[in-house]
């Protein structure tokens, strides 16, 4: 199918390039802090913004008028949208794709006509990866879209939903690894509760925490060995999300022992719709050892709903990339583009020039990062700020070993009268400003 007008694949052209389509900072071959720019930032093309969504909203219906959206046979719209997807990734020059089991086929009328549906298109899918050297970050299932889970997934009070849910889950996860995914996500999207007068709260709970130990036991079960990954969302669509954000969701992990299997898979929206920054999310999850990848996007401030835009604050992106870095980086994780373009953006190629901007966007995020960690300033004020930590008689106050009381009769010994110091907000920004 003739879809895209641009039929070249996007190149690097350096910053001064005057072409709209080609790529001013994004270099995939340039090396960054010993690892290339592709290697770095893993990005992902993703299914359903980009090949599914007919561009409506509550207040307005489609205004793509996408040829595939209106074809007698869903399966050869499936077909078509499978080919588009390898011609998207083969112009932005992006190595992965992402998916949930819904986009990639239609759903037919019962669940066994849906994994017939889902394994088809996948083997269509496995003979375009071997074309195109392409390769799948991850696979989820939609449990949110059908009415059958108005009430929740893993969490729906009915446990023919739940039972439904585990059939579900096994052939989308059975998919992913045959596709050689090398993450699953689980993202029930509906799990939470609008008000406790006909809920339990406590059930609700332990029916999540069970699920995702179901997940976990067949994973290791089939030798899949990527992890789990579960998406922080608050807010929508329920009034109360179980899977708030990366604070609540390591609450679950702990209680059944799944923070080894299981990682965060962090949306910048998200984040932002839970009261925290990209940034914060990213470096508690690292700093818990659950940080596993990114759904990259922004939202409208002024909303308060998750608009899904393409990202283009690059000060934003350069403190993300900067935990990112701090992390480590990636290793089976990336960054997916859970982004679509506005609704009034009607022009096939507009589907790409989002992508090359927020590629370009993302890039200079990098070089900036890695120039703020090579400079050594803000690390250097960060040390410094908590240098009286390395001290012996500190560091020991922290030992299991530590009393209060011990402690108090060391700060009456000595005398310790704590004197306030500046944390220089104002001169570390202004740092980061001049980077």
Known sequence: ???????????????????????????????????????????????????????????????????????????????????????????????????????????????????????????????????????????????????????????????????????????????????????????????GYETLINTRIGHELHQAGRFLSLVVDYKHKIGFKGPILIEPKPKEPSTHQYDYDVASIWGMLKSYGLEKDVKMNIEQNHAILAGHTFEHEIALASSLGIFGSLDLNRGGYQVG??????????????????????AGGFTTGGMNFDAKIRRQSIDPDDLLHAHVASMDACARGLLNAAKIIADGKLDAEIAKRYSGWDKPENKAMLDKGA??????????????????????????????NNV
């Open 1 to 191: 199918m003739n879809f895209y007008l641009h039929k070249d694949a996007v190149k690097y052209e350096g910053p001064n390039s005057q072409n709209a389509l080609a790529f001013k900072w994004y270099n995939p071959s340039q090396q960054v802090m010993g690892k290339s720019m592709r290697d770095h930032l893993r990005f992902a093309v993703c299914y359903w913004h980009t090949l599914c969504w007919p561009g409506g909203d509550p207040f307005g219906g489609e205004t793509f008028n996408r040829e595939w959206h209106h074809m007698a046979d869903p399966m050869k719209a499936a077909e078509v949208k499978a080919e588009l997807m390898f011609e998207t990734l083969r112009l932005l020059d992006i190595d992965y794709f992402t998916f949930h089991d819904l986009d990639i086929a239609p759903e037919g009328k019962n669940l066994q006509e849906f994994n017939a549906n889902v394994s088809a298109i996948a083997k269509i899918l496995e003979k375009q990866m071997a074309k195109h050297n392409k390769k799948l970050l991850w696979g989820t299932a939609n449990m949110f879209s059908n009415r059958r889970f108005m009430a929740g997934a893993a969490t729906n009070p009915d446990p023919d939903v739940f039972a439904y849910c585990a059939a579900q889950v096994k052939h989308a996860l059975d998919v992913t690894h045959g596709l050689g995914g090398e993450n699953y996500v689980m993202w029930g999207g509906r799990e």
């Open 305 to 326: 709903w998750d608009t899904d835009q393409f990202a283009m604050n690059v000060p934003e992106l350069t403190l993300m990339m900067l935990e990112v870095i701090r």
């Open 403 to 432: 009393s209060l009381d011990a402690i108090a009769a060391r700060v009456h010994k000595d005398k310790i009268e704590p004197q306030p110091r500046s944390a220089r907000q104002e001169y570390l920004e202004g740092l980061l």
